[in-house]
């Protein structure tokens, strides 16, 4: 996806994403579990906090498996947030 205006992401889509997300606490939701994977793992290598790893990688876990759910379901694997999931997923393992 090309950078547009001020946008130095390719990542834009993940804010309306998350917005679509009906509840961020139901059990489908898998992409706010990406992101805090990746924004915990993200943070504790810059910050050198070795206890926070362990918590992102139960995030990560927790969210590949709801991934893993999402994609046996014909209608979920073809959802803009099952798409979303993926893509956050595949920064964690950068």
């Known amino acids: 996806m090309p950078c547009k205006g001020n946008s130095r992401s390719y990542m834009d889509f993940v804010v309306p994403a998350m917005k679509d997300v009906k509840s961020l606490e139901s059990p489908p939701a898998s992409l706010p579990k990406a992101v805090m ?3 915990l793992a993200l943070f504790a290598n810059r910050r050198r906090v070795k206890p926070l790893l362990a918590k992102a990688a139960k995030q990560y876990a927790k969210a590949l498996q709801q991934i893993n759910e999402a994609l046996r ?6 959802e803009d947030e ?3 999931t993926i893509i956050i997923l595949g920064l964690f393992e950068v």
Do not use: D, K, M
Request: aromatic share 0%; charged share 15%.
């Open 37 to 39: 994977a990746v924004s």
């Open 73 to 78: 379901h014909p209608e979920r694997a073809l």
């Open 82 to 84: 099952t798409l979303a």
